[in-house]
């Protein structure tokens, strides 16, 4: 059994990425400059933006992170969103999610402009993915593709069942793991919480990607041998004996699924940090595309 490991993965991608910013500042080049927003006091999600401005700080990125209360409005947030639409200085921007309850999602997603949108959820940049068009790709599922490009786990011709339809992680990832191309050239089956006898479908599969957030969801007796597992789980589970009071805690059994897997992520440590690698990717790509 092989662990994906996302934190050296993600390591080794910033070291890239730090090469590159290297060679812009010695051309006297603007170097990428992300922005994040977000929304009220969730813990988790304070935590989220505050290791992606540290991650630019790392590869000599600049980065602005706007903090609005819990009850901003929508029309606040809007104006925010067009006010960094309209800034030159930023390249790419993001809205942490998820939002507070008085904010439609979907609505303040599609204000974003397309070329600035480096967490890949706007309809047009969806659309672009969905069609094989070069574009942002959300950087969950990117963050998977590039672990299994990097550890070159063929995908060809397997069949990949995918856990949750979320329009972060589920959604795309199926689509991204049937298109042309490595990874990809998979034939996908996409579960949720209406699917009867999942068992029945995951015990079939070569590859699971599971972005449910129920922890250790996945037992071993759901998964054949030789089976390539994801996890996308990333829940805090309370604890009392650990520091934080809190232990991240993973969709999969890990400790009994990894003794069936030919390949498994961990987690925390596995898919993650993948995400924040390639938010910053994105963000290269955005300056790219801009100048
Ligand atoms: N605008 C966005 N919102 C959210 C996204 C996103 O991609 N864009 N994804 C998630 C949260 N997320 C990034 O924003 C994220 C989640 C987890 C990690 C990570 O590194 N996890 C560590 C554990 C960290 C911990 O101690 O909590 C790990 O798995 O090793 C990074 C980013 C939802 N919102």
Redesign the pocket.
């Given at each position: 059994m092989v662990i994906l490991d996302g934190k050296k993965v993600s390591n080794d991608i910033k070291n890239e990425i730090a090469a590159e910013v290297k060679k812009m500042k010695a051309k006297g080049e603007k170097v990428p400059h992300l922005a994040a927003i977000i929304v009220g006091n969730d813990g988790?999600s304070l935590?989220?933006v505050a290791?992606k401005v540290k991650a630019c700080e790392r590869v000599g990125f600049e980065s602005t992170m706007i903090r609005m209360s819990n009850t901003t409005s929508e029309i606040e947030l809007l104006d925010k969103i067009d006010e960094l639409n309209n800034n030159p200085d930023i390249d790419g921007f993001?809205?942490?999610?998820p939002l507070p309850k008085q904010i439609d999602t979907q609505k303040v997603l599609m204000a974003v402009d397309p070329d600035k949108d480096v967490?890949g959820f706007h309809p047009m940049n969806f659309g672009k993915m969905a069609l094989d068009m070069s574009t942002f790709i959300?950087?969950?599922p990117f963050g998977i593709l590039e672990l299994l490009d990097r550890y070159n786990v063929e995908t060809k011709g397997k069949h990949t069942v995918v856990i949750g339809r979320s329009h972060?992680v589920g959604r795309p990832m199926s689509i991204l793991m049937g298109r042309k191309g490595f990874p990809g050239n998979s034939t996908v089956t996409v579960t949720h919480s209406h699917t009867k006898n999942i068992t029945q479908i995951t015990s079939q599969a070569d590859i699971i990607i599971s972005a449910l957030g129920v922890p250790n969801f996945l037992k071993a007796e759901m998964v054949k041998d030789d089976a390539v597992i994801i996890d996308v789980g990333?829940t805090r589970v309370a604890d009392e004996n650990s520091p934080k009071g809190y232990v991240?805690t993973g969709d999969v059994d890990f400790e009994n699924v990894s003794k069936k897997a030919s390949f498994i992520t961990p987690?925390?440590?596995?898919?993650?940090?993948m995400?924040?690698a390639m938010l910053l990717k994105n963000t290269l790509l955005a300056r790219e595309l801009r100048h």
């Open positions: 988790a935590t989220y290791s993001i809205i942490q999610l967490d959300p950087a969950t972060i990333i991240i987690v925390p440590g596995g898919v993650g940090p995400t924040i």
